[in-house]
C-alpha cells in the first residue's frame, strides 16, 4: 500500500478494519463544534510518530472548507473528500474524520449492536498539530472493572506456524479471566479491544475530564504547518 493511503489510514479517515481494535463513544463530549475549524486548513507536513515506529511521512493539503484532503509523497497524490468534526469541550480537543455519505456512528459485535463514534484528542501549538489514539487497553480494563459504563470485548489474535507460513488465528477471551490476559501479553499473541464508552454528551464529557488516560500518552501523528494558512479558495 502507498505511503500516502496508509497516512489516510492512521488518520482515521478510512472505516476500522477487521481485526483493528476500535474504542469507541455513545456520544460526543459537550463543547463548540465546528466542520471546519480555521486552523485546520492549509498545507502540512504529516509525521508518523511513536517509541519503536518507523517513521513515514507524507504532505497533506486541507482546502478551505475542510471538505477535500490530498495527500502527496514520492510516490504519488491523492485527493480525497472527508467529513471533518473538531470539538473544543472542557475535556480538551477532540475531532473525527468521516468519508461522505458514511453513517454517524461505527458500530461492533454481533449483529453490530454496538454503535458509537470514533473519537481522537488533539492538541495545537500554534503550528502543529498533535493528534492521539485512545489506549484501548486502559480503557478495556475500565470498562471491566465498572468504572465507567459501557461495553467491552478483548480477542487474541494468538500466531502460529504451518508448512505454509505463519497463519493467525482469532480466539475470542470471556471477561474477567486473568490467565487469559496474562496469555495475551506472549509475544506470540496480540489482543485485540472493542470498547464502547456510554453515556449522553454531558457524561461523556465527565468521563473524559476524569480519565484522561483513556488516550495515548504520545501522538501516533504530528501535523506540522507546510505553507501558507487557510486557502481562500476551495481545492477542485
Request: with cysteine; proline share 7%.
Amino acid at each position: 500500500m502507498a505511503r500516502a493511503l496508509g497516512l489516510l489510514m492512521l488518520l482515521g479517515l478510512l472505516l476500522v478494519l477487521p481485526g483493528c481494535s476500535m474504542t469507541l463513544v455513545e456520544s460526543l463530549p459537550t463543547g463548540a463544534a465546528t466542520t471546519c475549524d480555521p486552523a485546520w486548513p492549509g498545507a502540512w507536513r504529516a509525521v508518523e510518530h511513536g517509541v519503536g515506529r518507523a517513521a513515514q511521512s507524507a504532505r497533506v493539503v486541507i482546502s478551505a472548507d475542510c471538505r477535500q484532503f490530498t495527500f502527496s509523497d514520492a510516490d504519488k497524490t491523492q485527493t480525497e473528500p472527508h467529513v471533518l468534526r473538531v470539538i473544543r469541550s472542557r475535556a480538551g480537543d477532540f475531532v473525527t474524520f468521516a468519508n461522505p455519505g458514511d453513517a454517524d456512528k461505527s458500530c461492533f459485535g454481533d449483529g453490530n449492536t454496538h454503535c458509537g463514534i470514533d473519537l481522537m484528542r488533539y492538541v495545537r501549538n500554534g503550528d502543529r498539530i498533535e493528534l492521539f489514539k485512545p489506549d484501548h487497553r486502559r480503557v478495556h480494563e475500565a470498562l471491566e472493572a465498572h468504572l465507567v459504563s459501557g461495553y467491552t470485548e478483548m480477542r487474541i489474535e494468538a500466531q502460529g506456524t504451518d508448512v505454509n507460513g505463519t497463519q493467525t488465528r482469532s480466539q475470542a477471551v470471556p471477561p474477567g479471566l486473568i490467565a487469559a490476559r496474562a496469555a495475551a501479553r506472549d509475544d506470540k499473541q496480540v489482543p485485540t479491544y472493542h470498547n464502547l464508552i456510554a453515556g449522553g454528551p454531558e457524561q461523556i464529557t465527565q468521563i473524559l475530564v476524569q480519565h484522561p488516560e483513556f488516550f495515548a500518552d504520545e501522538p501516533f501523528l504530528i501535523l506540522q504547518r507546510d505553507g501558507s494558512m487557510n486557502p481562500s479558495v476551495p481545492m477542485p
